[in-house]
């Protein structure tokens, strides 16, 4: 044990980088975050006998800089080829859905459909479905903003891309969108660090969250924060 917390956080605090741009996983401010992530950062650090650091950002690439820079040592994260090069990855602990918010007169009600020349795409720059779409759509175009609805307004593109809850929220409030409720992707949330740890490091890490999701411990953290324990990877 003693080996996995000095391989993991070799200057004694465990550094874990939070990404407060993803409500699903992390809610509440840098000062004080909450949610799963910060739960199971928690929970790593107490088992490891180590002071906690959340380092907090609001985007899933500062997040990824934050570790692969050396700012942190652990990080939450959707499991993407993009990324795997550089980080070591456990199993997913939750699966949330990427879907597309489309105006109410679109002509647009398919995922299949969305993938046109005439298309444009509104994305959050680095995100999980930034790096999906980007590697699987052969016809639109992807367009980057801070925010995917915020590029999609600033710019009057055709679509607007999201994770399913803060999406379905959004056009919820705003009468003149409509969601197409089809996914166009799965998205594997996994805890990770870098490659260069130790093999026993990786596996000890894949193997407490395998405990977290079997005990109980990931849906009870879930539905603490207000979302769906259905969200469990399996």
Same mark, same amino acid.
């Given at each position: 044990m003693t080996?996995?917390?000095?391989?993991?956080a070799p200057t004694g605090v465990l550094r874990a980088s939070i990404n407060l741009g993803n409500p699903v996983l992390a809610q509440g401010t840098p000062d004080a975050p909450a949610g799963v992530t910060?739960? +199971?950062?928690?929970?790593? *650090?107490?088992?490891? !006998?180590?002071?906690?650091?959340?380092?907090?950002?609001?985007?899933?690439?500062?997040?990824f800089e934050a570790l692969t820079t050396g700012q942190a040592d652990l990080c939450f994260l959707a499991i993407e080829p993009a990324r795997a090069a550089e980080v070591a990855f456990t199993a997913p602990y939750v699966v +949330?859905?990427?879907?597309? *918010?489309?105006?109410? !007169?679109?002509a647009l009600t398919t995922v299949a459909?969305?993938?046109a020349s005439d298309v444009?795409?509104?994305v959050k720059q680095g995100s999980a479905y930034d790096l999906y779409l980007t590697r699987t759509v052969r016809h639109a175009t992807i367009v980057r903003g801070s925010d995917g609805v915020d590029v999609f307004r600033a710019e009057g593109l055709e679509v607007a891309a999201g994770i399913r809850q803060p999406i379905t929220r959004y056009v919820a409030e705003h009468q003149d969108l409509r969601l197409i409720d089809e996914r166009f992707m799965q998205i594997q949330q996994a805890v990770g660090t870098t490659k260069d740890k130790r093999d026993e490091t990786?596996?000890?890490?894949?193997?407490?969250?395998?405990?977290?999701?079997?005990?109980?411990?990931?849906?009870?953290?879930?539905?603490?924060?207000?979302?769906?324990?259905?969200?469990?990877?399996?």
């Open positions: 080996t996995v917390a000095a391989d993991l910060v739960d +199971i950062a928690r929970e790593l *650090a107490k088992r490891l !006998d180590l002071p906690l650091e959340l380092v907090c950002f609001d985007a899933a690439r500062k997040s +949330i859905e990427g879907v597309f *918010a489309v105006p109410q !007169d679109s459909d969305v993938d444009r795409i509104g990786v596996a000890y890490l894949r193997d407490l969250i395998e405990e977290l999701k079997a005990n109980g411990f990931v849906a009870a953290s879930l539905t603490a924060a207000g979302q769906s324990p259905a969200l469990l990877a399996p």
